[in-house]
């Protein structure tokens, strides 16, 4: 199993990152070079515990789909998701929140076992760990602008 951890330091308030971390649209948004759409369970907005995804997207040259749920989540601290189908052999992606002074500490805990026994582990080794660290880097990178830039707008 590979475990990327991720921590992101974002000048906005938890409640805003935290919802930005679960929006179905900004997650597209940073998406854009896979084509990532929401195309069943919840499609648009904000997540809820409970709600399934299911994305498209071409990963390594493969239009591949996965469908996650969230199956905790404590506002505005932490959710989870886990994938329910995939190409991976499981997934799970822990999204943790705190507070610290004017800041908000969001940190990754993501989960991944590859497919095809052996073969998926040198797969994973050579290339597919770094291809999922950039992708979470990518997401949060656009969760970081976004909530700095509407605290610079909120007057903040």
């Not at 475990?3 to 805003?16: F, Y």
């Not at 930005?20 to 997650?27: F, K, N, P, S, V």
């Not at 195309?39 to 709600?51: D, K, N, Q, V």
């Amino acid at each position: 199993m590979s475990v990327i951890h991720l921590e992101t330091v974002i000048h906005a308030d938890i409640r805003k990152v935290f919802d930005l971390a679960r929006d179905i649209d900004l997650h597209q948004k940073s998406t854009f070079r896979t084509g990532e759409k929401a195309i069943a369970g919840r499609t648009s907005g904000l997540i809820e515990p409970g709600e399934t995804v299911t994305w498209k997207a071409k990963h390594l040259g493969v239009m591949q789909t996965l469908t996650t749920k969230i199956v905790a989540m404590q506002k505005p601290y932490y959710f989870t998701d886990v994938m329910l189908k995939g190409a991976f052999r499981s997934m799970k992606h822990q999204h943790l929140f705190r507070q610290q002074g004017r800041y908000t500490i969001m940190t990754d805990i993501f989960e991944f076992e590859s497919p095809f026994g052996i073969i998926g582990e040198i797969f994973n080794a050579l290339f597919l760990r770094n291809y999922m660290e950039r992708f979470l880097f990518e997401r949060n990178r656009l969760i970081k602008r976004t909530a700095e830039s509407e605290d610079l707008t909120d007057g903040r």
